[in-house]
Nanobody, 115 residues
Framework: QVQLVESGGGLVQAGGSLRLSCAAS????????MGWYRQAPGKQRELVAT???????NYAGSVKGRFTISRDNAKNTVYLEMNSLKAEDSAVYYC?????????WGQGTQVTVSS
């Protein structure tokens, strides 16, 4: 079992920045991969970015070059640095943790970008 708690969402103007945090209840060194997903109203949940235990990152094309995922193993925390935000980035952002065949989710944090 892994509990995930996201924080850092909020309202920001287009072009601005936000940093999301996801704190895990156990060592993230034991987690195969962690990631951020988002879901806008009326749309399916989509991948934003992932990072493996080995540090390999993967990004959705729509955020590549603007968002950066990173991890602090000492704090059991994963971050999502979001720059040059656009209105279409508005969504509920969810943190995920993949452990063997199981995926755990946080409760989500709202990001709203005003144009």
């Amino acid at each position: 079992q892994v509990q995930l708690v996201e924080s850092g969402g909020g309202l920001v103007q287009a072009g601005g920045s936000l940093r999301l945090s996801c704190a895990a209840s156990k060592s993230i060194l034991s987690i195969n991969a962690m990631g951020w997903y988002r879901q806008a109203p009326g749309k399916q949940r989509e991948l934003v970015a992932t990072v493996t235990s080995g540090g390999t990152t993967n990004y959705a094309g729509s955020v590549k070059g603007r968002f950066t995922i990173s991890r602090d193993n000492a704090k059991n925390t994963v971050y999502l640095e979001m720059n040059s935000l656009k209105a279409e980035d508005s969504a509920v952002y969810y943190c995920s943790a993949a452990v063997l065949w199981q995926t755990y989710w946080g409760q989500g944090t709202q990001v709203t970008v005003s144009s």
